[in-house]
Structures are given as C-alpha cells and as structure tokens.
T-cell receptor
Framework: KNQVEQSPQSLIILEGKNCTLQ??????????LRWYKQDTGRGPVSLTI?????NTKSNGRYTATLDADTKQSSLHITASQLSDSASYIC????????????FGAGTRLFVKA | GAVVSQHPSRVICKSGTSVKIECRSL??????MFWYRQFPKQSLMLMAT?????????EQGVEKDKFLINHASLTLSTLTVTSAHPEDSSFYIC?????????FGQGTRLTVV
C-alpha cells in the first residue's frame, strides 16, 4: 500500500534555530516528491519538488533532500522565523502518472520568540 | 506562477441547505481538478477528481449525490455540498495540475450550524 509517513508530528523550536523534518514513503513506482507549507486555514503552498534523480533542492532557507534508495526525504529549515510556524506536508506522486498524489499527515511546526 | 482561486474562503450555512464552492484556474487551463477535504489536525483527503466535459470520479466512501461536482469549463470546477449537515463542516481545498506540480486554492472553511 502506498503510504507517506512524516515525523515528528509536531515540533516547537526557538526563533533563529534550525530544524529538520522527516518523510518516509513506500510509494512505488515513484515520480516526484514535494514539500508544501500550509498555514492554518489556507491552502498548501509548494516549497520544493524533486524527481527520483534529484538528491537536494533549496528554496531560500528551506532545503529538501531525497534518498530514493531508502525512500526518505527531509526538509531542513535554517534560521527559523516566527512566520515559519505552519504545517509542512510531504506529498508523493506515484509513477503511474497523473496527479493523484499521496499526502503525509504533516508536521506542525511552532516557532517561538 | 500559476494561480488557483477558490471562493468563498469561509461560509456558514444552516443544516439542510446547499453550498457551492468555486475553483478557478486563473492563468492556465485545467482539464482536471481535484477536490480535497481536511479535518482539523488531519491530512488532506482526496474526495473526487473533476474532469472537464465528463463526470467526476469519486473516491471510495464519498457520496456523489451529496457532493456534486461540475467542471463546466477548462478554468472552472464547482463543488456543491447538498443538504449539508454539521458533520460536513470541514476545510475544502481544490487543486489543479500545472506544469510539473499541483497548485492549490486558498481553501474554503465550511461551517454547518
């Protein structure tokens, strides 16, 4: 069964600190993996997208890594800001085509001053 | 980048009434759109796939007669929650596939009282 699991479920960090969020998936075949940021009550916004051949992708203070062999991805946030408080969702698209994506449950990040 | 506009952002309705949610792709055409539902602290759950010019495809457990989907044009899909009940209160989000990824609407917070 295709699944996407994220950890931790929630995380509290101090402003300015770094953090890393994890995503493990069992989706096969695999097309691409995306990280989204979802503010409360808003739609998800794309942060990074990686195909199976890519190992890392950066977007400002966000850096995503992908290990297609172990089926693991991480999202590293550098020098966190209060506005980083949100849910971060790992989304995997199967290689069967289309955009019928599989969502992880998300990690809720709280950045405190 | 591509934009998907969803309207309304919030709606409160009485039990038994119907509510229509619109999803528009503003600067690109979308022959397919996806409708998701998200309960508090849970991940997005795919409800149905909207296809321009043909019937929508519903996920298992989603009542097609209750959640009416119409994809009237290449830029507009609508979701109508018919005879709404309090348990239908949720966050509804649409998405449309663009080049290489999916773009999400802002979401609609539905509260049925």
């Amino acid at each position: 069964k295709n699944q996407v699991e994220q950890s931790p479920q929630s995380l509290i960090i101090l402003e300015g600190k770094n953090c890393t969020l994890q995503c493990n998936y069992t989706v096969s075949p695999f097309s691409n993996l995306r990280w989204y940021k979802q503010d409360t009550g808003r739609g998800p916004v794309s942060l990074t997208i990686m195909t199976f051949s890519e190992n890392t992708k950066s977007n400002g203070r966000y850096t995503a890594t992908l290990d297609a062999d172990t089926k693991q991805s991480s999202l590293h946030i550098t020098a966190s800001q209060l506005s980083d408080s949100a849910s971060y969702i790992c989304v995997v698209t199967p290689g069967t085509g289309g955009f019928k994506t599989i969502f992880g449950a998300g990690t809720r990040l709280f950045v405190k001053a | 980048g591509a934009v998907v506009s969803q309207h309304p952002s919030r709606v409160i309705c009485k039990s038994g009434t119907s509510v229509k949610i619109e999803c528009r792709s503003l600067d690109f055409q979308a022959t397919t759109m996806f409708w998701y539902r998200q309960f508090p602290k849970q991940s997005l759950m795919l409800m149905a796939t909207s296809n321009e010019g043909s019937k929508a495809t519903y996920e298992q457990g989603v009542e097609k007669d209750k959640f009416l989907i119409n994809h009237a044009s290449l830029t507009l899909s609508t979701l109508t929650v018919t005879s709404a009940h309090p348990e239908d209160s949720s966050f509804y989000i649409c998405s449309a596939p663009g080049t290489g990824e999916a773009f999400f609407g802002q979401g609609t917070r539905l509260t049925v009282v």
